[in-house]
């Protein structure tokens, strides 16, 4: 799969490209939100859909665990600082919905807090859409026995053991009670306004491309694709670079 991959996933960054163009020029504003379990990709999908794009167009927006003095605000109100302005593209990796699953299965909001949550999003996001942002939600889905296949190779891998927290290693106790959090959230928060999309992640690279794809669909204003550029011949033999010595060279130690 791994040529047909990158062919098809080059393909869609060349197409995400034409729709950041058209969020430019038209001044639209789109909002994706990520979410799912632990390993369950989310991370490598926001990376392949914003790779390739212009940074000053799209942020990724993965927030900590609120500090003393946002824990004291409206629930909301720390995302509120992260929706995108114009032509912008807006990746939250996790959102506000912490509060629907990951926050009640870990002890970490009171029943009262939960239910409150639950009754406010449907008119939250009503609010957003009606400002004319572009919202959508994806739930990328993994089974458990995946799911603890991905936990071990993290561990196992130097570069990927930051991945594992100690809420991380919790929660992989929790998959059914997750599992029911989730389907009470979609049921509580799915909308016309406002729809859940699930995605099938036990393969990352076939749901990528799948949920890259839906993606771009449900996003028409594509621009045209750019014409091919021809580069003017350089007057004069190219120049090198010949830095002030009064600056620090690195040494070339490859």
Request: a positive charge; proline letters at 6%.
């Amino acid at each position: 799969m791994g040529k047909r991959y990158q062919h098809a996933l080059e393909e869609l960054q060349i197409e995400l490209t034409r729709l950041q163009q058209g969020l430019r020029s038209s001044g639209k504003r789109l909002l994706v939100i990520f979410e799912g379990r632990d390993t369950a990709g989310k991370g490598g999908t926001i990376k392949a859909i914003s790779e390739r794009l212009d940074t000053r167009g799209c942020r990724i927006v993965a927030l900590p665990k609120p500090s003393d003095a946002e824990a004291t605000q409206w629930y909301f109100q720390r995302y509120v600082a992260h929706l995108p302005s114009a032509g912008e593209l807006v990746l939250f990796d996790r959102s506000w919905y912490n509060r629907a699953v990951v926050e009640p299965a870990m002890g970490f909001c009171d029943k009262a807090q939960y239910e409150a949550f639950l009754q406010a999003v449907p008119a939250f996001e009503k609010l957003l859409v009606d400002d004319g942002i572009i919202l959508l939600k994806y739930w990328l889905a993994v089974d458990q026995a995946e799911q603890e296949q991905r936990f071990a190779e993290r561990a196992s891998d130097p570069l990927k053991r930051w991945k594992l927290s100690p809420v991380d290693l919790q929660a992989r106790h929790k998959y059914a009670e997750m599992g029911r959090l989730r389907d009470l959230m979609i049921e509580r928060t799915h909308s016309d306004h406002a729809p859940w999309f699930v995605a099938d992640f036990n393969d990352q690279k076939r749901g990528r491309i799948n949920l890259i794809r839906h993606l771009l669909q449900q996003v028409p204003m594509h621009a045209k694709a750019a014409p091919p550029v021809k580069l003017p011949k350089l007057k004069g033999k190219p120049g090198k670079e010949r830095v002030t010595k009064q600056a620090c060279l690195v040494p070339d130690t490859y």
